[in-house]
């Protein structure tokens, strides 16, 4: 008697999942055709924001993309500097290098290499 009970169970919760994936189905076509009364005439101007909404997404993205690009290069432009500079070091390397060599080979003011060190803190802090 379990046994058929079990099974008798079993066929009643699978037709019930059914029953209740094809309610879910009909309750979303109801919704969408419900919307698209709900629009009427407005399709046109539906598709038109859909598509702006889209464009303007893609826009944002693109721009997203031009400004990593740039703060990728300024990172990339100080590491540059910094390895030539270094380079310019080793072969100039008889002894110890002094500070003054720092400043010849790298050809910027202090003021200047502050300057840049505090525009890649404030750009690396806002990302």
């Known amino acids: 008697e379990k046994e058929i009970w079990n099974r008798e169970r079993l066929s009643l919760q699978k037709s019930l999942k059914q029953a209740n994936a094809e309610l879910s189905k009909l309750r979303a076509e109801l919704r969408s055709e419900a919307f698209l009364r709900e629009l009427g005439s407005d399709t ?7 598509i702006y909404g889209k464009y303007l997404r893609a826009e944002s ?5 031009i400004y990593q690009k740039k703060y990728l290069l300024l990172l990339l432009g100080g590491f540059q500097e910094c390895e030539e500079a270094t380079l310019a070091l080793i072969a100039r390397m008889g002894g110890q290098p002094s500070f003054t060599d720092l400043e010849i080979i790298t050809h910027h003011s202090k003021g200047f290499t502050r300057f840049r060190s505090a525009v890649r803190v404030s750009i690396a802090i806002s990302r």
């Open 61 to 65: 993205f693109r721009k997203a993309l």
């Open 44 to 50: 046109e101007n539906a598709v038109l924001r859909r």
